[in-house]
Structures are given as structure tokens and as C-alpha cells.
């Protein structure tokens, strides 16, 4: 119930194309779902965030789409750039619990020029 | 100026040893963290501390000590290493406005831990 299921593992895009990656979770308790990206040999940063109160949050070419009754969120990056290449986490967490993020397994981007 | 820093950046040691991780952030955050980053990428939680006072302590070895000698630091003591601690661990930080689970963490670079 804690898991937090991100899919695909991989994926290669064209330089301009969309970028999607989905995120699957169990427990109706989760509040905030973050993504996070990491470039090789960088700690994860904070990309972009939201709450289940919106379907939608867009910030730029990043684009975060929420389907509370479904318990999936996705991430959209549009005119997808060779600088995306990195690896990306969907995450949740619960509202007062001190924090504490729960983890997708995680999904490499590779852009090709 | 390192918002989140860690030292060593590399750790390269026998299996049986003992070893600490030091983690320091400027940011005038509340909150530190622990995560452990496998060979797969994948990153848990494994301690949190607010305040210096232990909040977080996810089901890890007790070989792993995490200590909190003031609020801008957070160091892990790993005792006896086995080769399944080989792994990235990265500290970060929140602040917290009591709404913890929402704040944004800060990542350090990692620590990269090979056992030998």
C-alpha cells in the first residue's frame, strides 16, 4: 500500500518529441506527488510538484497531469530536449507525516538529437 | 556556497569495517534525511531527523547510526560494511513550516559506497 509503481523503466525520445512517464499508486492517504530528476552523478532535485485538489499543473515544457479516481499521475515534458536526458521519480508523500517521501522505481530519459 | 554538501564523495572499503558519512547543509533548514540509492536506482528513506531529534527510522540495520550533533548536520556511522552497502547515500534537507511532507527536499551530491 505504500509502493508508489512508475512505468516505464526506460525510453528514448526524439529531440522535440513528448516525453510521458506514468505513476501508479495504492494508498488513498497519499497528498503530494512530486517529481523529482536526477542527472548522472547529481543528487535528485525537485522538478515539479502537486496536490490532488487539481487534475493539472504546468510549469514550462513540464506538465503534470492527476487522476485522483484512478490513483495515477503522469508527467508530461513537452518539446522534449537533449538536456531532459536524466532519470525521473514520481514520489508521494502524506500530509503531517514529518516528510516522508515514498519513491517510483524510477525512469531514464535518453533524448536523441 | 553548497546548499547540501557531503563528504567523502567516494568510499572505497573492506568488507568488516567501519565507516561515517558526514552531511552539512547552509540553507537554515529544520529537517535532514538519509537515503540509500541502489545499483537500480531506486531511493529510500532510511532516517530523517527535525530539530536534532530522531523522526524517521525506517526499518535499516542497526549497523547504521545516523547522528545529529546540531541542525545544519546529519552524519551516518556504518559498522561492519557488507557488500550489500555498496550503494549511493544521499543526504538532503527540508525546511519545515509544519507542513513536512510537502516541503521541497535538497539533495546533496551522494556519497558513493563501494564494499569490498
Known amino acids: 500500500q505504500q509502493q508508489v509503481k512508475q512505468s516505464p523503466q526506460s525510453l528514448i525520445v526524439q529531440k522535440g518529441g513528448i516525453s510521458i512517464i506514468n505513476c501508479a499508486y495504492e494508498n488513498t492517504a497519499f497528498d503530494y506527488f512530486p517529481w523529482y530528476q536526477q542527472f548522472p552523478g547529481k543528487g535528485p532535485a525537485l522538478l515539479i510538484a502537486i496536490r490532488p485538489d487539481v487534475s493539472e499543473k504546468k510549469e514550462g515544457r513540464f506538465t503534470i497531469s492527476f487522476n485522483k479516481s484512478a490513483k495515477q499521475f503522469s508527467l508530461h515534458i513537452m518539446d522534449s530536449q537533449p538536456g531532459d536526458s536524466a532519470t525521473y521519480f514520481c514520489a508521494a508523500s502524506i500530509e503531517g507525516n514529518t516528510g516522508k517521501l515514498i519513491f517510483g522505481q524510477g525512469t531514464t530519459l535518453q533524448v536523441k538529437p | 556556497d553548497t546548499a547540501v554538501s557531503q563528504t567523502p564523495k567516494y568510499l572505497v572499503t573492506q568488507m568488516g569495517n567501519d565507516k561515517s558519512i558526514k552531511c552539512e547543509q547552509n540553507l537554515g533548514h529544520d529537517t535532514m534525511y538519509w537515503y540509500k540509492q541502489d545499483s537500480k536506482k531506486f531511493l529510500k528513506i532510511m532516517f530523517s531527523y527535525n530539530n536534532k531529534e530522531l523522526i524517521i527510522n525506517e526499518t535499516v540495520p542497526n549497523r547504521f547510526s545516523p547522528k545529529s550533533p546540531d541542525k545544519a548536520h546529519l552524519n551516518l556511522h556504518i559498522n561492519s560494511l557488507e557488500l550489500g552497502d555498496s550503494a549511493v547515500y544521499f543526504c538532503?534537507?527540508?525546511?519545515?513550516?509544519?507542513?513536512?511532507?510537502?516541503?521541497?527536499?535538497?539533495f546533496g551530491p551522494g556519497t558513493r559506497l563501494l564494499v569490498l
Open positions: 538532503a534537507s527540508s525546511q519545515d513550516r509544519g507542513l513536512a511532507a510537502q516541503e521541497t527536499q535538497y
